[in-house]
């Protein structure tokens, strides 16, 4: 062996190994042989919402705003000492939003005259167990509650739901791809890219009923209904 080509030996020994990350880059950035095939797929799954959050909370009025707020204040304590009964915790009680107006009363050609304040407070409250909720809704109003929107029904958890409607959509990605080939008279070669373009929840819609046909002794309830969760992925596969 000539010193030249020990030389060259040792010099190639030296250079170091390209990491596996450097090596994964050259792979994918592989030349498309045949034809590029995008596509969208989207994976569902259906679930029971399990938790609904609902805005509750009280609007007085009076000829003084000091007035107008300790009335307030003196019922949505009563409001949230029956939220406290129902059993509902501290973390899922948060206030929305406390206002105080001014009202007026308008005339033809006359200036506003003022004739009072408004003063409203809304706490947006989370019931985990929907069965209760109208119960509790009917306590509220008891105890002076005159405000109440929602429900908002949803999952609590929602992540093992969306990993299985991930699951769904690479199942439906794939087979979408194998159709094509087979259509084209091609085969699937391999997956060039996936991007997931988020999960989206589409809400049920709640349905209020009372459970008697006498207006003094009807009670709200709450159905949950079934909600569906979708995760939708682009795909891009090599056919040959």
């Known amino acids: 062996m000539t010193k030249t080509m020990l030389a060259l030996l040792l010099g190639c020994a030296a250079l170091?190994?390209?990491?596996?990350?450097?090596?994964?880059?050259?792979?994918?950035?592989?030349?498309?042989?045949?034809?590029?095939?995008?596509?969208?797929?989207?994976g569902s799954v259906t679930r029971v919402p399990d938790l609904a959050v609902i805005s509750a909370g009280v609007v007085t009025k009076s000829m003084t705003a000091s007035g107008a707020i300790a009335e307030n204040a003196m019922r949505m304590e009563r409001v949230r000492a029956a939220l406290k009964r129902a059993g509902?915790?501290?973390?899922?009680i948060q206030t929305s939003s406390i206002s105080l107006n001014?009202?007026?009363?308008?005339?033809?050609?006359?200036?506003?005259?003022?004739?009072?304040?408004?003063?409203?407070?809304?706490?947006s409250v989370k019931f985990r167990d929907i069965r209760t909720s109208g119960t509790i809704?009917?306590?509220?109003?008891?105890?002076?509650?005159?405000q109440i929107n929602g429900p908002s029904l949803t999952i609590d958890k929602p992540e093992a739901a969306y990993d299985e409607a991930r699951g769904k959509a690479v199942v439906a990605g794939r087979a979408r791809a194998e159709l094509y080939a087979r259509s084209?008279?091609?085969?699937?070669v391999r997956l060039l890219s996936v991007s997931e373009s988020g999960g989206y929840a589409r809400p049920p819609s709640?349905?209020?009923?009372?459970?008697?046909?006498?207006?003094?002794?009807?009670k709200t309830s709450i159905d949950p209904g079934s909600q569906d969760l979708?995760?939708?992925l682009a795909m891009s596969f090599e056919l040959q």
């Open 206 to 218: 709640p349905m209020y009923r009372a459970e008697s046909a006498a207006m003094a002794d009807a």
């Open 88 to 92: 509902i915790a501290d973390r899922d």
């Open 137 to 146: 809704l009917d306590a509220l109003v008891a105890q002076g509650a005159n």
């Open 16 to 42: 170091p190994a390209l990491p596996a990350a450097a090596q994964d880059a050259t792979a994918l950035a592989r030349p498309i042989a045949g034809t590029r095939l995008d596509i969208s797929a989207t």
């Open 230 to 232: 979708e995760v939708t």
């Open 102 to 123: 001014p009202d007026y009363r308008y005339e033809n050609n006359q200036p506003p005259v003022l004739t009072g304040y408004q003063a409203s407070n809304n706490v």
């Open 184 to 188: 084209l008279g091609m085969r699937v």
